[in-house]
């Protein structure tokens, strides 16, 4: 029996000479290894005689790569190329971005863009192009449904019935493993023990899955990976983890964010429900998702303090809230049926609230971007928190809670329990319409009309031992004079005075007059003596009654 199979094994060998074969082998790996090369070919293109246009337009962006075909290695561009965006920056410059495209369909990651400098001349272009397009018959229809390719990534991929947001199945032209496949690519979110952020390759033709990749980062790629978490009103959040190993537990995840260069972090910690800090720890998942009913004030409060942190370092160059890094650190569930958050100088906490009043205050951006703006007031102006300067505390960390949250003018719209509303409460305080807001706490009412002021004609004179001389109510005045402002010349520019009045012009005892001013200054600082700017600036305080 033995030795028939030897003598076969031994034709076989004979029949195909092992070096054939292994050359074969290596020849076409050599192949297929050229071939994805050239279908993602870099491209950086520097001019140092640049061509000059009448405008920093895609035509004449076009028009460049006409000219330059054997430059960039781009054939026809007027065919193969679909402008994705034009955008202009700070420095002038204007930078045309297209998909390269055969028969209409975009071919996956090939994109190039033009730079034109704010001459209209261009100075460079780079991206990455496929250049065994026009060397392949790519036959672009397909013969699948894009429902049916829908079923086949869901399935592959074990999605559950419930996603994060609707898939979605787009038609594209994907160079894979030596081929430029006509292929759907399905994009699936889900959460779950394993999240997911799928893209699936779905043959077009055939139905076969080319390729997929999960979306979400894994640990052992970064030091801080993507997870994904449900928040206080059921809304997904994606968010930055961290993989932590416990002794007897194995890996479990931390809501700890190390993914921003030179800050030290962004950690939310457990209060449970005490009101003890040394009890209080770093809040820990058992998985990537955060969707329990008890990680919702948690996930919020993550998912927000980064909100606030990108805002204040993209807008202002602020990095954390000391300007140096700080880490941001947020307590969760504190107490029981606090309705309350609060800035202690070092960190955020926030309350469950009570049910009646309020819900989880975490739910809120603009709450989270009201505490933290205190944080960089603290390390800013410092303004005292009492009186005048206690109310300008309040006005510049709810102004930064609307630019931050800017959806409205309002301040707490999403905090607010189901019974609150239901009375008509359904905010915090309005930077436009402070008076359809009642004061609430009637030993801060009793000093005033009884509703926010929208002038100093309503201030309300109250001693500091009620709400600090008025820290929170007498707010709405100078909250108003923002509002006016804002409507009139932007919320970005507003952000751009506001922030450097903050941290350039005022000092701990300010008043509402020295904001005024400081306002005023920065407004010429930033856009001239005499500007439409400074000249909003003047009115929105005149239109609330500070001088």
Do not use: C
């Amino acid at each position: 029996m033995i030795v028939p199979v030897v003598l076969s094994l031994g034709l076989m060998a004979g029949a195909i000479p092992v070096n054939s074969v292994f050359a074969q082998q290596a020849n076409q790996a050599q192949i297929s290894k050229k071939w994805n090369e050239r279908a993602n070919v870099p491209l950086f293109v520097k001019e140092r005689i640049a061509d000059k246009f009448s405008a920093s337009t895609p035509s004449n962006a076009l028009a460049y790569l006409e000219k330059n075909a054997v430059k960039t290695g781009i054939k026809n561009p007027g065919k193969n190329l679909k402008v994705k965006g034009v955008e202009k920056d700070e420095l002038g410059m204007t930078h045309v971005r297209f998909h390269q495209s055969i028969n209409g369909l975009n071919v996956e990651g090939a994109e190039m863009i033009v730079h034109f400098n704010e001459d209209n001349e261009v100075v460079s272009v780079n991206g990455r192009i496929n250049q065994t397009i026009t060397d392949d018959a790519v036959d672009t229809a397909a013969s699948l449904s894009s429902d049916a390719a829908l079923r086949v990534a869901l399935s592959d991929v074990n999605a559950p019935k419930e996603l994060t947001y609707e898939p979605t199945a787009d038609l594209v032209v994907y160079p894979f493993e030596g081929e430029n496949h006509t292929a759907y690519k399905v994009n699936v979110n889900f959460m779950g023990d394993e999240p997911g952020n799928w893209f699936v390759f779905v043959d077009a033709k055939t139905g076969a899955v080319i390729d997929k990749y999960n979306g979400l980062m894994h640990a052992e790629e970064m030091k801080t990976q993507k997870g994904a978490g449900k928040g206080v009103h059921g809304d997904h959040r994606e968010i930055h983890i961290t993989q932590v190993k416990e002794s007897g537990t194995g890996t479990k995840f931390a809501l700890a964010d190390y993914a921003h260069k030179n800050l030290e972090g962004i950690f939310t910690y457990d209060a449970k429900n005490d009101n003890n800090a040394s009890n209080d720890t770093l809040y820990v998942g058992n998985s990537a998702a955060f969707v329990g009913d008890y990680d919702r004030a948690a996930v919020d409060a993550h998912y927000n303090s980064e909100k606030v942190y990108d805002y204040f370092l993209n807008e202002h160059g602020r990095n954390s809230l000391d300007g140096k890094g700080m880490a941001i650190v947020s307590r969760v569930h504190y107490g029981q049926n606090y309705n309350n958050a609060s800035w202690n100088g070092r960190w955020m906490t926030y309350g469950d609230g009570d049910g009646e009043f309020f819900i989880s205050l975490s739910a809120g951006l603009d709450v989270a971007a009201h505490e933290m703006t205190h944080g960089v007031i603290t390390h800013s102006a410092n303004l005292v928190y009492r009186h005048q300067p206690g109310a300008l505390n309040e006005s510049f960390a709810d102004v930064f809670g609307a630019l931050v949250d800017d959806d409205d003018w309002e301040i707490g719209e999403d905090i607010m329990a189901p019974a609150a509303k239901a009375d008509g409460v359904t905010r915090l305080r309005s930077l436009s319409d402070p008076n359809s807001v009642v004061v609430s706490n009637p030993q801060r009412a009793a000093y005033g009309s009884g509703v926010y002021p929208a002038h100093m004609d309503e201030y309300y004179p109250m001693p500091t031992s009620v709400d600090n001389g008025g820290v929170h109510v007498n707010s709405s005045i100078p909250n108003h004079a923002a509002y006016l402002i804002g409507e009139e010349i932007g919320r970005q520019k507003l952000g751009q005075i506001y922030y450097r009045a903050l941290t350039v012009y005022l000092t701990p005892n300010s008043e509402f007059s020295d904001a005024r001013r400081a306002i005023v200054q920065s407004a010429i600082d930033l856009y001239g003596e005499g500007s439409d700017e400074e000249a909003a600036v003047n009115a929105g305080f005149d239109a609330v009654g500070i001088y």
